[in-house]
């Protein structure tokens, strides 16, 4: 079996502080995801915070009360410490899906990577997206369902839903490490193109 | 025009940047009109004069126009200029022309990069060529930075008719409703690329002339037995249904199970929260056929590279309440609401 690696998405201050219920939905998660990275890293599996940079020239991103978050140079575009490791890798994208017109897939490629498990906020989208482009490239994925963060828990559902019938293996983040040290890896789920 | 004038123009254009000045009808506009018609090349027959002068045989036309405002004006299989030429040429040949000629205004963002005009104009010159139209006249326009995003295009259309002008109203009850290909893949194509959502290299734009495409089909039955032809732009094929329902007073039934739809384009949908049906599409005709003649179209359609994965969605049914019902996959009959504006995606 090829390696595994964890994809998290926008950790960042900025984007976590947005609104209350932002903030409410990470520190609800915060323990189980904290931990669960913490396992994979015990395990020597790879970290990779995928860190939004909002462009200053990008007219589609989305300004807050029309102040552009997430510039980079400002603290607001840094991962919040409780998520973030010296040993982790930090991979800039612009958009949404991580591999956007980025090095992901290169990175992945050349740590050997054939499994992704993807996290982070918001799940409807940012989790979505990165779920769906590492589908297409041939990735296994798979998605610990408590550690995707969406500002509304029904929006959270309904990503895991969609990921869970479409792309991705989706279980608790304990019986993924559970499957990881029975079976030493992470079995590819089969979808049917209808 | 000065062959060897064209040449000097177009090498000092090389790397530059479009500025307010190409616009301000003195030296340096000339020599962005002289750029253009050197790109274009043979598709550009226009005069330099004020107007173009066309010969054209006693009879009727068909005119049309559109303007081109694609956000973003460059995506993965195409781009604005692309989009100008396949979207003026579609609506002249849907009322059964052939088109002959266009007009291209355009209207540039100061600081366009060169670069980025030569890709659209060459666009415009493949697309025209591979539609068999010819560019007789246009227009340059520059504004300030901030006042356009990169490009607009404005092509307004001419075609002659060679068989008689299709109208809506001749669709009748018992009419079979056929699509020429799948539906949502412009859509999702340019929403992914506008938002990096991971759908842009799996779905590509279906954007493409069909006026070949549809001659096929004019031309695989006798006259008449292809009703109504409509391309399926923006609105999607939810607004075309509503569009005809209404004008023909009566009812249209679509069976969900028929209706193409890539896995992709399902899923991403599904994602955004928005209903193929609605979505926008470049490269997609509804034809209203005589039950007669369906066999035939679609064999000329299949034979047809932009028709390959035509197919029956639908008819026209025999009652007057001028509604659109959809028969979904477990079988159940519901009416498909006509939607009040735009179904805007859900993004985070």
């Given amino acids: 079996m090829g390696k595994v690696a964890v994809l998290t998405n926008d950790l960042q201050y900025d984007l976590v502080n947005k609104n209350e219920e932002r903030i409410r939905a990470i520190e609800e998660a915060t323990p189980s995801f904290s931990r669960f990275l913490n396992e994979i890293r015990r395990r020597g599996h790879h970290v990779l915070h995928l860190q939004l940079v909002n462009l200053p020239d990008d007219p589609i991103a989305e300004r807050y009360e029309g102040r552009l978050p997430a510039q980079r140079g400002t603290q607001g575009v840094e991962i919040l410490p409780v998520f973030l490791d010296e040993s982790d890798i930090l991979v800039e994208k612009n958009k949404d899906s991580g591999f956007f017109e980025t090095d992901l897939h290169e990175r992945l490629q050349s740590l050997g990577v054939d499994t992704?498990?993807?996290t982070g906020m918001q799940g409807?989208?940012?989790?979505?997206?990165?779920?769906?482009?590492?589908?297409?490239?041939?990735?296994?994925?798979?998605?610990?369902?408590?550690?995707?963060?969406?500002?509304?828990?029904?929006?959270?559902?309904?990503?895991l839903d969609w990921l869970d019938g479409y792309c991705a293996t989706v279980a608790e983040s304990d019986e993924i490490l559970r499957t990881l040290d029975v079976e030493g890896g992470l079995p590819r789920k089969v979808f049917v193109t209808p | 025009m000065d062959g060897n004038r064209v040449l000097t123009g177009t090498r000092s254009f090389a790397g530059r940047q479009i500025v307010l000045d190409h616009g301000t009808g003195a030296r340096l506009s000339r020599e962005l009109v002289e750029y253009v018609v050197a790109v274009l090349g043979d598709v550009y027959i226009g005069?330099?004069?004020?107007?173009?002068?066309?010969?054209?045989?006693?009879?009727?036309?068909?005119?049309?126009?559109?303007?081109?405002?694609?956000?973003?004006?460059?995506?993965?299989?195409?781009?604005?200029?692309?989009?100008?030429?396949?979207?003026?040429?579609?609506?002249?040949?849907?009322?059964?022309?052939?088109?002959?000629?266009?007009?291209?205004?355009?209207?540039?963002?100061a600081g366009l990069p060169v670069a980025a005009l030569t890709r659209v104009?060459?666009?415009?010159r493949e697309t025209a060529r591979q539609a068999g139209v010819l560019i007789v006249a246009g227009d340059t326009k520059v504004v300030r930075p901030g006042e356009a995003d990169q490009i607009y295009l404005n092509t307004t259309g001419i075609g002659v008719f060679e068989r008689t002008p299709l109208r809506m109203t001749d669709v009748r009850a018992g009419d079979q409703i056929v699509l020429s290909g799948p539906i949502g893949n412009h859509t999702v194509h340019l929403l992914s690329v506008r938002e990096g959502l991971g759908f842009e290299s799996r779905v590509s734009s279906d954007c493409a002339p069909l006026n070949g495409l549809i001659t096929e089909a004019f031309e695989s039955v006798e006259d008449g037995a292809v009703r109504s032809v409509r391309d399926v732009t923006?609105?999607?094929?939810?607004?075309?249904?509503?569009?005809?329902?209404?004008?023909?007073?009566?009812?249209?039934?679509?069976?969900?199970?028929?209706?193409?739809?890539?896995?992709?384009?399902?899923?991403?949908?599904?994602?955004?929260?928005?209903d193929p049906l609605n979505t926008a599409n470049e490269g997609c005709v509804c034809l209203f056929l005589d039950p007669g003649a369906v066999e035939r179209v679609l064999a000329a359609l299949h034979?047809?590279?932009?028709?390959?994965?035509?197919?029956?969605?639908?008819?026209?049914?025999?009652?007057?309440?001028?509604a659109v019902r959809m028969r979904d996959r477990d079988g159940h009959i519901r009416i498909l609401e006509e939607l009040q504006g735009a179904e805007l995606p859900r993004l985070c």
């Avoid at chain 1, 589908?135 to 995707?148: E, K, L, Q, T």
């Avoid at chain 2, 969605?313 to 007057?320: K, L, M, P, R, S």
Wanted: one cysteine or more; a negative charge.
């Fill in chain 1, 116 to 118: 992704v498990i993807v």
């Fill in chain 2, 121 to 124: 104009l060459e666009s415009i």
């Fill in chain 2, 47 to 109: 005069q330099m004069e004020d107007s173009a002068v066309l010969s054209v045989a006693a009879g009727q036309l068909a005119m049309t126009t559109d303007s081109f405002v694609v956000d973003p004006p460059f995506f993965g299989n195409g781009d604005v200029g692309k989009i100008a030429v396949c979207g003026t040429v579609n609506d002249l040949a849907v009322i059964g022309a052939t088109p002959k000629y266009l007009t291209l205004g355009m209207i540039i963002e």
């Fill in chain 2, 234 to 274: 923006r609105g999607g094929l939810a607004a075309v249904l509503h569009e005809y329902a209404k004008a023909l007073g009566a009812g249209l039934r679509i069976d969900e199970q028929a209706l193409p739809v890539d896995p992709e384009v399902k899923m991403a949908c599904d994602m955004l929260g928005i």
């Fill in chain 2, 303 to 322: 034979s047809h590279p932009y028709g390959r994965r035509a197919v029956v969605v639908g008819e026209v049914a025999d009652d007057t309440e001028s």
């Fill in chain 1, 124 to 159: 409807q989208i940012c989790v979505q997206t990165t779920a769906a482009d590492a589908f297409f490239r041939g990735y296994n994925v798979w998605v610990p369902s408590d550690c995707v963060v969406s500002a509304r828990d029904k929006d959270r559902i309904r990503a």
